[in-house]
């Protein structure tokens, strides 16, 4: 099956600095990934996606990466606020039934 | 918007016990999903549901089964809870194949003494 990994585990910046999530997946058969931030006690839901036929997404502050040579994608946060101190999921999907997420990153804004 | 529900957000429970955790979402999905988030081990999937009835295990099957006998409500059943079950447990739903976005409901934290 897949095998999603994701750095850094956890992250520090200080506000107005830009904030950078990686991941790397193994199966080339994935064609759909998301991207979830998930708010202290609250549910993961999506903030951007992108499938494999494209190689850059964005969406205001915050955009997404896609190698599908190297297998990795990632997630840039610019201008970060307080508001983005999350924590936040990667996820490859196969086929559109088997979702394999990251392990997480804490993200912390330090205003 | 899609509303996946999780009746339970805290639970309490003993070692030995029977526990259910119930999820409905309202959106008529096929797929459904129970997922176990634990720190620094992300979200771990327990077992899915494409269809009424059917169930397919997911990477931490054991200590656990699963009901579907209605499309719109996926039941994670512990049939003998133990203290390594303590955890949040995160029910999803999505659409059907190829449409990919996964909608979670708001969890159930679960504390096994």
């Known amino acids: 099956g897949e095998n999603v990994e994701q750095h850094p585990s956890t992250l520090s910046v200080q506000e107005g600095d830009s904030a950078v999530i990686k991941c790397t997946y193994s199966?080339?058969?994935?064609?759909?990934f998301p991207w979830y931030k998930q708010e202290l006690g609250k549910r993961p839901q999506l903030i951007i996606d992108?499938?494999?036929?494209?190689g850059e997404k964005k969406d205001q502050r915050i955009a997404v990466t896609l190698n599908k040579t190297a297998k990795h994608f990632s997630l840039h946060i610019t201008e970060t606020q307080p508001e983005d101190s999350a924590v936040y999921f990667c996820?490859?999907?196969?086929?559109?039934?088997?979702?394999?997420f990251g392990t997480g990153t804490s993200l912390t804004v330090i205003p | 918007d899609v509303k996946v529900t999780q009746s339970s957000r805290y639970l309490v429970k003993r070692t030995g016990e029977k526990v259910f955790l119930e999820c409905v979402q309202d959106?008529?999905?096929?797929?459904m999903f129970w997922y176990r988030q634990d720190p620094g081990l992300g979200l771990r999937l327990i077992y899915f549901?494409?269809?009424?009835?059917?169930?397919e295990k997911g990477d931490i099957p054991e200590g656990y089964s699963v009901s579907r006998e209605k499309k719109e409500r996926f039941s994670l059943i512990l049939e003998s809870a133990s203290t390594n079950q303590t955890s949040m447990y995160l029910c999803?739903?999505?659409?059907?194949?190829?449409?990919?976005?996964?909608?979670f409901g708001e969890g159930s934290w679960l504390t096994v003494v």
């Open positions: 549901s494409y269809d009424v009835k059917m169930k």
């Open positions: 996820a490859a999907i196969i086929a559109g039934n088997q979702f394999y």
């Open positions: 959106m008529d999905h096929e797929n």
């Open positions: 999803a739903s999505s659409l059907s194949v190829g449409q990919n976005t996964i909608y």
């Open positions: 199966d080339s058969a994935s064609n759909y």
């Open positions: 992108i499938r494999s036929n494209v």
